[in-house]
């Protein structure tokens, strides 16, 4: 398996003043779904489209499994795009619709027919072929979109916000059928969202972007669980920030001291005793008691919000504001002040406290 099926090196985009793309490098590896994540703005639509030859770059290089193709036209280049309004033809039927790059790279007769009508049973279409594309739901207008794209058989397949026009709960079914057919076909895929959940969902790997730059790339786990910086750690998901300092400092680990009591990391070796450095702690990484607690610190409720399965609160700690998600069973009801400790049990993540 190719780690370095399609390649960016060293890419840029410029439109006037504004550097939509800066020197952006990044391995995508066959197979799997690679997701460009970021918030509007930040280059990754634009990025999708230099990959797809619908613009050129104005440095660096495009490689699909090692072939430079900076100057093959889109046709040529093996990709196909689905779009975020799905581009469906509403003057032609389902079969017509999937059929259309078929028809255009000169395919005819009984193989369009058993090509078009495989991917449609395959996408769960089957009886479907006779319809106009508005005669469907959201969810098979979006599978619609995707036949249309993966008939023609392409290298790398590009999808550009797929799911943004779905509601809430049709668009998690869908990325999970979107992931199943991927893995089904394995073929290698670049997603563009902004929307984390997404991302990590159903990413295998995820390259986040901001101000044309890629900022951190790896897998979904590696961005959220070990951010590079604070844009990162505040763009993958809800993160508390907690200021702190190093009190002390061996190979094996640091002690820091903060406002909601001492903490522990591993990572010793990166810090330097009397340092300021900034603690990554996630909604689930703080414990909540009704009464006081050795090590506890007290905690002022602001405001509460029930999720579900877990109740989200937002605390006030002297100047500190923190979010912490705890199952609803932890407490029977919410007084307006509650003790507050870091759970000791994880290896919490620490970033150099920026200027």
């Not at 984390?196 to 969902?201: G, I, K, R, V």
């Not at 961005?223 to 508390?240: C, E, H, L, S």
């Not at 002297?318 to 407490?331: E, S």
């Amino acid at each position: 398996m190719d780690d370095r099926y399609v390649e960016l090196v060293h890419l840029s985009k410029r439109f006037g003043a504004l550097e939509a793309v800066s020197d952006v490098s990044l391995a995508v590896p066959e197979g799997r779904i690679t997701t460009l994540l970021g918030p509007s703005g930040c280059g990754k639509t634009t990025l999708l489209r230099l990959i797809a030859g619908f613009m050129q770059p104005d440095a660096g290089e495009i490689r699909i499994k090692g072939r430079r193709i900076n100057e093959v036209p889109p046709q040529r280049r093996s990709t196909v795009v689905v779009f975020q309004d799905y581009a469906l033809f509403p003057h032609l039927s389902v079969f017509e619709n999937v059929a259309y790059g078929l028809r255009r790279r000169g395919i005819k007769g009984a193989d369009i027919r058993r090509r078009v009508m495989d991917m449609l049973e395959f996408l769960g279409l089957a009886g479907r072929d006779s319809l106009s594309p508005a005669a469907l739901s959201g969810g098979q207008q979006q599978r619609v979109a995707l036949a249309r794209a993966l008939v023609v058989e392409p290298d790398v397949l590009l999808l550009d916000e797929p799911l943004s026009n779905l509601d809430a709960k049709l668009r998690v079914r869908v990325r999970t059928e979107l992931k199943e057919i991927q893995q089904s076909l394995g073929k290698t895929t670049i997603l563009v969202t902004h929307d984390q959940e997404e991302a990590l969902s159903i990413s295998d790997h995820v390259a986040v972007m901001a101000s044309g730059r890629i900022r951190q790339s790896g897998t979904p786990l590696d961005v959220y669980a070990r951010p590079v910086d604070q844009f990162v750690a505040d763009f993958i998901g809800i993160t508390n920030f907690v200021p702190a300092t190093v009190r002390a400092a061996t190979p094996d680990g640091a002690v820091l001291e903060s406002p909601i009591g001492r903490l522990t990391t591993g990572r010793g070796k990166d810090f330097a005793v009397g340092q300021s450095v900034v603690v990554i702690l996630r909604p689930t990484a703080l414990r909540l008691w009704a009464t006081p607690q050795p090590g506890g610190v007290r905690a002022e409720v602001r405001s509460t919000s029930f999720l579900g399965e877990v109740r989200r609160y937002h605390l006030q700690v002297g100047a500190l504001r923190l979010v912490v998600d705890r199952p609803l069973a932890d407490l029977a009801e919410t007084p307006s002040e509650l003790w507050l400790a870091v759970d000791d049990t994880r290896d919490h993540h620490v970033l150099p406290a920026t200027p």
